[in-house]
T-cell receptor
Framework: AAGVIQSPRHLIKEKRETATLKCYPIPRHDTVYWYQQGPGQDPQFLISFYEKMQSDKGSIPDRFSAQQFSDYHSELNMSSLELGDSALYFC????????????FGPGTRLTVL | QKEVEQNSGPLSVPEGAIASLNCTYSDRVSQSFFWYRQYSGKSPELIMSIYSNGDKEDGRFTAQLNKASQYVSLLIRDSQPSDSATYLCAVNGNSGGSNYKLTFGKGTLLTVNP
């Protein structure tokens, strides 16, 4: 079965650079969630999209923005990167109507030097 | 106080034993409850979902939910070394529309010793 795809899987950036993370949800899933997981931490909700519109917003810094495109893939754009942004970034997709079950992608490991 | 609380462990059990993982949550409007397994450096993998009070069994896994006590648990029977991982309790509640964000506990590290 098709799963959530994320790219790139690993990314190394310098401080103050920008990064773009991509997420391709499971086919026919129209809702995408982004989570950030720091070392030894639990995943923290960043932002979500339903039918290409932002549906909810969590602890996402103003330096980050995201959008969902017509093909339902989503991109998380991160600017002015800081050392503290080093984390695993997960995208999860959800088939609306299935009681909130979310399927996670493999994640992007971002390292900021 | 974190909205979802778990014992961080580590919880160590011998192979073949029952592992018991517990979770409490603070938001009474929470409607859906999940257990995810996460290996180090990997993404969370859904193990169980439960929505109604009582028990739900799937193979070696049993989830238990008590909404009055705001408590959810996961039992793993016949524990195997491959079950060694961090188990994340996650909760969401329908606050309207499509707002089903998950709130996670900090996870319980389980080690199953051969």
């Amino acid at each position: 079965a098709a799963g959530v795809i994320q790219s790139p899987r690993h990314l190394i950036k310098e401080k103050r650079e920008t990064a773009t993370l991509k997420c391709y949800p499971i086919p026919r899933h129209d809702t995408v969630y982004w989570y950030q997981q720091g070392p030894g931490q639990d995943p923290q909700f960043l932002i979500s999209f339903y039918e290409k519109m932002q549906s909810d917003k969590g602890s996402i810094p103003d330096r980050f923005s995201a959008q969902q495109f017509s093909d339902y893939h989503s991109e998380l754009n991160m600017s002015s990167l800081e050392l503290g942004d080093s984390a695993l970034y997960f995208c999860a997709s959800w088939p609306l109507g299935e009681r909130g079950v979310q399927f996670f992608g493999p994640g992007t490991r971002l390292t900021v030097l | 106080q974190k909205e979802v609380e778990q014992n961080s462990g580590p919880l160590s059990v011998p192979e073949g034993a029952i592992a018991s993982l517990n979770c409490t949550y603070s938001d009474r409007v929470s409607q859906s409850f999940f257990w995810y397994r996460q290996y180090s450096g990997k993404s969370p993998e859904l193990i169980m979902s439960i929505y109604s009070n009582g028990d739900k069994e799937d193979g070696r896994f049993t989830a238990q939910l008590n909404k009055a006590s705001q408590y959810v648990s996961l039992l793993i029977r016949d524990s195997q070394p491959s079950d060694s991982a961090t188990y994340l309790c996650a909760v969401n509640g329908n606050s309207g529309g499509s707002n089903y964000k998950l709130t996670f506990g900090k996870g319980t590290l389980l080690t199953v010793n051969p």
